[in-house]
């Protein structure tokens, strides 16, 4: 069962080198306060796994900016210049993957799977360094499974057995982050009893959860 802790507590599990994935896109459905604890704490030299780096002020992006990341893991950097600079100085390691390729990788590590096959990147940069496979005449790259040592993810109602609601957009890159950490642990903007979920409006099960942070901030 979930433990409520606090976020003192939360964050101590997040060591110097630990592999972390983040919720949010833009921000938007991302733990902000949790990345204020890490912020904090200057753990450091970690690799975030996350769609993107949000921008220097907000988000996950203020981790960059504060030079706590070694590598990032994304989809696109666009909006933070400074992930760019650092990444054309050779400061951090930027390894820029194709969205839905990004998302399939963590889905497969949640379900444990070995990983998928699939034609995006073929021909790309995207495909230096990867296995192809031909299957019925196509060639596809082979993309494995991204796992995390820790989850940071976030919730509008989280009950006390870690049941979670995602207010609309917020649920974006969340649930499917829960599933691919050895470590879960949800920001709950508010914390409510079992029961108070309707069970069709869970979106993250319990069971995925570790630990949970929030509900009076």
Do not use: W
């Amino acid at each position: 069962m979930a433990k409520i802790v606090t976020f003192e507590e939360a964050v101590e599990l997040v060591q110097d080198g630990s592999t972390v994935m983040i919720g949010g896109f833009m921000g938007c459905g991302t733990p902000h306060k949790m990345i204020d604890m890490l912020l904090e704490k200057g753990v450091k030299d970690l690799t975030v796994i996350a769609n993107d780096t949000s921008t220097t002020e907000y988000g996950l992006g203020r981790l960059i900016a504060t030079r706590q990341i070694k590598k990032v893991m994304t989809s696109h950097i666009g909006t933070n210049p400074e992930t760019g600079r650092q990444m054309n100085e050779k400061e951090t390691e930027v390894e820029l993957i194709p969205q839905g390729t990004l998302v399939e990788r963590i889905r497969c590590a949640g379900a444990g799977l070995g990983g998928f096959l699939t034609p995006t990147g073929i021909g790309t940069v995207v495909e230096e360094g990867k296995e192809k496979i031909t299957v019925n005449g196509k060639e596809y790259l082979l993309e494995l499974p991204l796992k995390a040592d820790i989850a940071l993810i976030a919730g509008a109602k989280v009950d006390k057995k870690g049941n979670v609601y995602y207010e609309k957009s917020t649920r974006n890159f969340n649930p499917i982050i829960a599933t691919a950490a050895d470590i879960v642990i949800v920001e709950a903007t508010e914390i409510v009893e079992v029961g108070d979920i309707n069970p069709n409006d869970v979106m993250t099960p319990g069971i995925f959860i570790d630990y949970i942070v929030g509900g009076s901030y």
